[in-house]
C-alpha cells in the first residue's frame, strides 16, 4: 500500500474533494473515534465546532443497547459534550425503526434487555411482555443484556420456537471492556438460543447491516453518498458505510490499526489519523468548491 501521512484515500486529491464538498452529515462512532473508554480525544470537541461551522451535521452511533438515550446524553456530557437526543442513533433506536416500517401492526414484545432497554421500547409506544406462557407478544427482540435471567432466557426461546418474528439489537459476540471478565454480547445470546431452538435472528441490527444507517438518512432527508461513517472498526463501521453507499471513513485512533487496514478485503475511502484530520479535509473541500470571487 501506499506510505501514510495523516490522512490516506482510494481516490486522487481533486476526486476527495469533490466526494467531501457533497457531505451534509457525519456519522460518528463513539468508543474508540471520538474518546477511549472514559477520555475524550482532544480533537473532538474542535471537530465538532468544525462541523457546526460547515453547515455539516452529525449523529452518534452505537452499536451498544444496554443503556438509554439519556444515559449516553449523561455520559457524553460528563465528558464536555452537550448532544440532544435527535443526535444519538443506538440499535435500540434502529430496531424500533425497523420494527415500524416491517412489522407496523406489532405492539407487544418479549424483550430480551435491560430495564434501561425495555423504557425506550416503552416510551416509543410498545408493551413489554412479562415472563408468562398467558402473555403472548407479537414479536421476540434479543439484545445485550446484562441483567440477563435464566427464565428469561427460556421464555425468549420457547417464543422463538412458536415461530414469532424474532429481531436481534445488534451482532456483537463480547462487549470491549478493560475489566478482568467477558461481557457476553447479544450474538453470543442469540447463539445459545440458536443451538436451543434452531432458529437464527430474522433480522439483526447494529452495524455493519444498513439499517442502522439507513434510519439516520431517512430521519434526515440524507442520501447515502451524502454521508460518512466514520469509526475505528474495519468490520462493523467501514462494512456498514460500504454496505449502505455511504462514504466509510477509517479513524486509526481506536481499534484497527494501518497494518490491519490493509488486510481488508473491501478498503475504506479514507484513512485519517484521527476525525480532527477529516474537519480539516472536509473544510478544505468546502472552500475548493467555493465559485471564484468576482473581478
Known sequence: MSSFDRYRSIWEHKELMRRLAGIRHVALDMDGTIYMGSELFAWTPAFLTRLRQLGIGHSFLTNNPSKSIADYLQKLQALGIQASREEMYTTTLATIDYLRSHYPAVRRLFLLGTPSMISEFEAAGYVSTTDSAEDRPDA?????????????????????RQGLPYLATNPDRVCPTNLPTVLVDCGSICAALEHATGRKPDITLGK??????????????LRADETIMAGDRIYTD?????????????VLSGETTLEVADQAPRQPELI??????????LAEARKESLPEPLA
Open 140 to 160: 421476540v427482540v434479543v439484545a445485550f443484556d446484562m441483567t440477563l435471567s435464566y427464565g428469561r432466557l427460556c421464555r425468549a426461546a420457547w417464543w422463538i
Open 208 to 221: 455493519p447491516d444498513p439499517n442502522m444507517l439507513s434510519g439516520i438518512l431517512q430521519r434526515h432527508g
Open 238 to 250: 467501514i462494512e456498514m458505510a460500504h454496505n449502505a453507499g455511504a462514504l466509510g471513513v477509517l
Open 272 to 281: 485519517v489519523d484521527h476525525i480532527g484530520t477529516l474537519g480539516e479535509l
